[in-house]
């Protein structure tokens, strides 16, 4: 299971690393099911991953997602190990999940140890992806094949930026898997038409609300004070700004969630794939904004040489950010140090979230996730990847 951002990278690696395990397993009689972490009715707003799997052939009929499969049932009876790629640390609402956990993947700082029996696999590489194709090209030949190769191809340059040095983001291992990959399918589309289409279909906001715009890339920090989100969104600052109605779309999405105030990270590229990023800090609190802005403006690990820009509304602060480098996994530490400043710690690490339509997270409220849900009995599980495995769609007749 990915985490709750569940990007293209925390899909794939569970695709991939479950299909693997399927196949590599001596344990007959197990189940290996990739569970995308946000409920089926929010997939539509991962473009690029529909992109993908659309053009390889994978429909969405063949997925499971978090809000079908009862994983709290499934480990009161005893029948769940659990294996996390792209995190390690599981929110709050999945703490009773965390004696499940037996193996972790993932590509950012080690925040929490884990012990034996759990086996972790934390690397600072561009993509997890890049861990679970090592993982794969390590173990028995014959096993990858041609679709799970290029998931995995496709995954590893978007999210390094196509292997570019100037986005911060790649590694020599990222390099080296990409062209292993590259020398075992040799019909694997070019680079830079893989990652113009995928960059094309992650940045493609047509249509798409203010609302679902701040939910498509989101994570959440809190305090005993606050709850501030950080989104991430794919349309230039100024454009977004200038959206209408953004200003009461702003208010209706931090009163409905209990969002005290609300982060925008926008990213575009230029033709070398040079990320320009800019900042929006929006409170109607002015502490809390000011309090945010003054660390994000000073911050020295790293910089983010901010500058101001003009806004339209006073509660909302905008800057252009002129150490591109500084993605969001670098940004967020600094945020969570401001929200430990005002007088109550900062809630532990981000969670990764990208709430299901209601009115409430992990973090304000009880997940819904928790809560009841559409039950996925053990026998649904095995009849679901069993006709996975064999190309049959699920529910067509035996």
């Known amino acids: ?113 884990r012990g034996p029996p759990c086996q972790v696999t934390v690397e600072p590489v561009g993509s997890c992806a890049t861990l679970v194709t090592e993982r794969i090209l390590q173990g028995p030949p014959g096993v990858l094949d041609r679709t799970t190769a290029a998931l995995l191809h496709g995954t590893i340059l978007l999210d390094c930026i196509n292997l570019s040095p100037a986005a911060g983001k790649v ?51 809190s305090n005993d004070e606050a709850v501030v989100a950080i989104s991430g969104v794919f349309e230039d600052l100024e454009t977004f700004l200038l959206r209408p109605g953004l200003l009461q779309d702003l208010e209706a999405f931090c009163q409905a969630r209990g969002y005290t105030g609300l982060v925008a990270m926008t990213v575009s590229f230029n033709e070398r794939h040079e990320p320009t990023r800019k900042l929006a800090v929006y409170s109607p609190q002015e502490p809390l904004r000011s ?33 591109a480098v500084a993605a969001r996994k670098k940004v967020l530490p600094i945020l969570r140090a401001a929200l430990g400043g005002l007088g109550g710690a900062a809630g532990g690490p981000e969670e990764e979230v990208v709430p299901p339509p209601t009115p409430m997270n992990s973090l304000v409220e009880e997940c819904p996730l928790a809560q009841a849900v559409p039950p996925l009995c053990p026998q649904d599980v095995l009849e679901r990847v069993s006709r996975i495995a064999v190309g049959q769609p699920p529910g067509s007749p035996k």
């Not at 969405?60 to 190990?81: K, M, N, Q, Y």
């Not at 309090?291 to 800057?319: D, F, G, H, I, K």
């Open 291 to 323: 309090t945010l802005c003054r660390a994000l403006e000073e911050a020295t690990t790293p910089s983010l040489l901010l500058r101001p820009l003009p806004s339209p509304w006073p509660c909302v602060a905008a800057y252009a950010q002129g150490n």
């Open 171 to 221: 590694t020599p291992r990222d390099v080296a898997c990409v062209s292993l990959l590259e020398e075992r399918f040799p019909e694997l589309p070019a680079r830079d038409a893989v990652f113009g289409a995928l960059q094309a279909a992650k940045f493609d906001v047509t249509g798409l609300t203010t609302e679902q715009m701040l939910r498509k890339d989101l994570k959440v920090l």
């Open 1 to 113: 299971m990915g985490n709750e951002a569940c990007d293209l990278d925390s899909t794939v690696s569970a695709l991939a690393l479950a299909y693997f395990l399927a196949q590599t397993s001596p344990a007959p009689k197990a189940a290996f099911v990739p569970v995308l972490n946000i409920p089926r009715a929010d997939f539509a707003l991962r473009t690029e991953t529909t992109f993908l799997l659309r053009d390889r052939g994978i429909p969405d009929t063949w997925l499971v997602f978090r809000d079908e499969i009862d994983l709290g049932g499934l480990h009161h009876a005893g029948l769940l190990s659990l294996t996390l790629v792209d995190h390690h640390v599981l929110p709050g609402a999945d703490a009773a999940l965390e004696e499940a956990v037996v193996e972790v993947l993932d590509h950012r700082p080690l925040e929490r140890d």
